[in-house]
Structures are given as structure tokens and as C-alpha cells.
């Protein structure tokens, strides 16, 4: 029998105590439909490897950015997606978004695998954009 895998603590990849007020996040999209069970899954794999308080944590990545930065993101972060959203904090007003990792990367957090605050957040994502620095890397389909 194999030995459970210990989860990582999301309190350690915390930076500091930036705010989310007057940063707008880029989320990348997929090639498929971006649907509540699709999203689920994607939150349900950030549970799979960290924990947040000693709980399981549920969330999706995103980059934040300024007005003045947002290009730059598209263009040093994001240029292998081909399509993304872009949504503000006030579009999400009542989720946890928490800057984790590097910057620019933030998390947006769930309270659990399923909930209300899902279809709240798929309601926030708003049109499907293009992003007009996609490379199409060789060998690699476009996503």
C-alpha cells in the first residue's frame, strides 16, 4: 500500500497583503466550453495538492493586472493561450482572490467543491477574448 502524498500549505505560497482593488484578472480559457463542471474540475485539482487553514482549498488560477501592465501580461504570461477572459474584482465581489505564487498570479478561492459562488464566478467571465499576442508554438495544439 502506498503512503498518502502530504499536501502542500497555500499559506506558504501567500505574497504579502496585496489588494485585488483596481486589478482586472486574465484567466486563460480553454478549447472547450468553459462550463460549471469544467470549472469544478479545474478547482477540484488545486485541493488534490494544497490545503489552505488545515481544509482543502478549491480555486482557479488567474493573472492579475493593471491597466498599464494588462498588455504585458497578455504578452509575457499568457501568449501561449489563444483566447482568455478578463474580469475585475468588483466582477467577483464576495470570492476570495488571494495572490499566491509569483507575481502576477493570483488565486480566486472557492469554500468547497460545489456552491452557489461557481455559477456566480462563470456568470463574471463575460465574453471570450482573443489575446493578440498568441504564439502558436510548433508541435503544440492551439489551446
Known amino acids: 500500500m502506498t503512503e498518502p502524498i502530504a499536501k502542500l500549505r497555500l499559506e506558504d505560497v501567500l505574497r ?5 482593488d483596481d486589478l482586472v484578472f486574465l484567466l486563460r480559457a480553454g478549447d472547450q466550453d ?3 463542471d469544467r470549472l469544478q474540475h479545474q478547482a477540484a485539482r488545486l485541493s488534490r495538492r494544497y490545503t489552505l487553514g488545515g481544509v482543502d482549498c478549491y480555486g482557479v488560477s488567474a493573472f492579475a ?3 498599464e501592465s494588462e498588455a504585458w ?3 509575457t504570461k499568457m501568449d501561449v493561450r489563444r ?3 478578463r474580469i475585475t474584482s468588483a466582477d467577483v465581489a464576495g470570492l ?6 509569483t507575481a502576477p498570479h493570483w488565486t480566486v478561492l472557492f469554500s468547497g467543491p460545489d456552491g452557489p459562488e461557481y455559477k456566480a464566478f462563470l ?3 463575460g465574453d471570450l477574448r482573443e489575446n493578440p499576442y498568441w504564439k502558436r508554438t510548433a508541435g503544440r495544439r492551439p489551446r
Open 123 to 125: 456568470d463574471a467571465l
Open 96 to 101: 476570495r482572490l488571494v495572490p499566491t505564487f
Open 34 to 36: 468553459d462550463n460549471l
Open 73 to 75: 501580461v497578455l504578452a
Open 16 to 20: 504579502g497583503t496585496e489588494s485585488p
Open 83 to 85: 483566447r482568455y477572459y
Open 65 to 67: 493586472a493593471t491597466e
